[in-house]
């Protein structure tokens, strides 16, 4: 296993599980059905490919097999600015596809920032990453989800409130890279 895999598994268990910031995380992680794949892509190009190869895989796999993957960037998109461009092109390759509608991207990175929100806000807590990430996530599977949840529109809410809480101590050991 590489040490991007290792921060990665260890931000989804310490992070996103230890936290809750994402509810639908844990039965697929405890169920091992996280696929983590490690791009080492170097240019745009090749890691469209990769995403192409993932979700083909994804795809073709039953959801008791692999739930979800994990696509992690360690040698591109460091930049918050490109990778939020970048997401454009990776929304362009679900339409062109037609997998819109049977699979979503959720983003994550190291320096992740909201719209409309400072670079120091803790709400931005909530999206960073130990490397850049695509999520790829079965649309079925989060209505499933989303169907068995009351006041899911309120997660957001309560993933602000919870990084709110957090000492300057657990951001710092939590999210090393964040001020």
Same mark, same amino acid.
């Given at each position: 296993?590489?040490?991007?895999?290792?921060?990665?598994?260890?931000?989804?268990?310490?992070?996103?599980?230890?936290?809750?910031?994402?509810?639908?995380?844990?039965?697929?992680?405890?169920?091992?059905?996280?696929?983590?794949?490690?791009?080492?892509?170097?240019?745009?190009?090749?890691?469209?490919?990769?995403?192409?190869?993932?979700?083909?895989?994804?795809?073709?796999?039953?959801? !008791?097999?692999? *739930?979800?993957?994990?696509?992690? @960037?360690?040698?591109?998109? &460091?930049?918050?600015?490109?990778?939020? /461009?970048? #997401?454009?092109?990776?929304?362009?390759?679900?339409?062109?596809?037609?997998?819109?509608?049977?699979?979503?991207?959720?983003?994550?990175?190291?320096?992740?920032?909201?719209?409309?929100?400072?670079?120091?806000?803790?709400?931005?807590?909530?999206?960073?990453?130990?490397?850049?990430?695509?999520?790829?996530?079965?649309?079925?599977?989060?209505?499933?989800?989303?169907?068995?949840?009351? !006041?899911?529109? *309120?997660?957001?809410?309560?993933? @602000?409130?919870?990084?709110? &809480?957090?000492?300057?101590?657990?951001? /710092?050991? #939590?999210?090393?890279?964040?001020?």
């Amino acid at each position: 296993m590489s040490d991007e895999q290792k921060a990665v598994e260890q931000w989804l268990d310490d992070v996103v599980i230890g936290l809750n910031l994402c509810p639908f995380a844990v039965q697929p992680r405890r169920q091992d059905q996280v696929r983590f794949m490690v791009s080492q892509a170097q240019t745009e190009e090749e890691l469209l490919y990769d995403l192409h190869a993932e979700i083909t895989l994804l795809e073709s796999s039953p959801p !008791a097999e692999i *739930e979800t993957t994990l696509v992690i @960037i360690p040698f591109l998109l &460091a930049d918050f600015e490109h990778y939020n /461009q970048f #997401l454009d092109v990776v929304d362009a390759v679900l339409d062109d596809f037609n997998w819109h509608g049977e699979f979503q991207i959720a983003s994550f990175h190291p320096y992740y920032c909201f719209a409309d929100t400072d670079i120091d806000s803790v709400e931005n807590l909530t999206n960073r990453s130990p490397y850049p990430i695509l999520h790829i996530i079965r649309e079925q599977s989060m209505e499933k989800a989303l169907a068995h949840m009351t !006041a899911p529109d *309120e997660i957001f809410k309560r993933n @602000i409130a919870t990084m709110t &809480a957090l000492s300057a101590e657990e951001i /710092q050991r #939590l999210f090393p890279l964040s001020k």
